[in-house]
């Protein structure tokens, strides 16, 4: 199974940027780097995912180590709507394991 | 599109009862899972389906079954429920694109499960 480290909790202020880690050390040449988040008291929703190349969408912005053995999600401009976990996850195979995530918390 | 339904949207059993979590969903999606999560813990995948027909073992099956017979439905059975069985229970689906990257996987609300 595909394995990603993140750390438990992370803390922010509100309005400013959030960088959210992620080692994959075991990481494949044709494994996506996906990243879903979970709002208080509902199901995960979809985030950003890439291969190789940082991505940009509505959202967040995802940067990806040159050797892919790492992640970053960049939330630009953080709100207390953005409170929740957030999963980092290798599509690797038919079996989607999600870790225990990261716990951001928006300070106002 | 209602996207992924899951009833009950809570249930109380006593141990030992069964029930079958139910799971449905219109995107034509081939791919379904069942996951379970517990307070302050991720997700852990139970079980999941590649297609109609198909299924497979997560990393915590044991105490539940799972059948797929149609693309739509995915439910999830607890034959004997125990108490270590108390959990959210979260329906995903997703397409299987002929390509390499996989689609996003779309959740359900939950279904809040006690057993007494």
């Known amino acids: 199974d595909a394995k990603t480290t993140q750390p438990n909790s992370m803390e922010s202020n509100e309005e400013e940027p959030v960088h959210l880690p992620c080692n994959h050390s075991t990481i494949s040449g044709t494994d996506y780097i996906h990243w879903y988040r979970q709002l208080p008291s509902q199901g995960p929703e979809y985030v950003i995912h890439?291969?190789?190349s940082n991505v940009n969408n509505r959202m967040a912005s995802l940067a990806i180590a040159e050797d892919r053995k790492s992640s970053t999600l960049i939330l630009h401009r953080a709100t207390l709507r953005d409170a929740a976990v957030y999963y980092c996850?290798?599509?690797?195979?038919?079996?989607?394991?999600f870790g225990k995530g990261t716990r951001l918390h928006i300070l106002p | 599109n209602a996207g992924v339904t899951q009833t009950p949207k809570f249930q109380v059993l006593k141990t030992g009862q069964s029930m079958t979590l139910q799971c449905a969903q219109d995107?034509?999606?081939?791919?379904m899972s069942w996951y379970r999560q517990d307070p302050g813990m991720g997700l852990r995948l139970i079980h999941y389906s590649v297609g109609a027909g198909i299924t497979d073992q997560g990393e915590v099956p044991n105490g539940y079954n799972v059948s797929r017979s149609t693309t739509e439905d995915f439910p999830l059975r607890l034959l004997s429920a125990a108490p270590s069985q108390t959990s959210v229970y979260f329906c995903?689906?997703?397409?299987?694109?002929?390509?390499?990257?996989?689609?996003?996987?779309?959740f359900g609300p939950g279904t809040r499960l006690l057993v007494l």
């Open positions: 995107m034509n999606h081939e791919y």
């Open positions: 890439g291969l190789t």
């Open positions: 996850i290798l599509d690797r195979d038919d079996k989607i394991i």
């Open positions: 995903a689906s997703t397409s299987r694109p002929s390509g390499v990257v996989r689609e996003t996987q779309y």
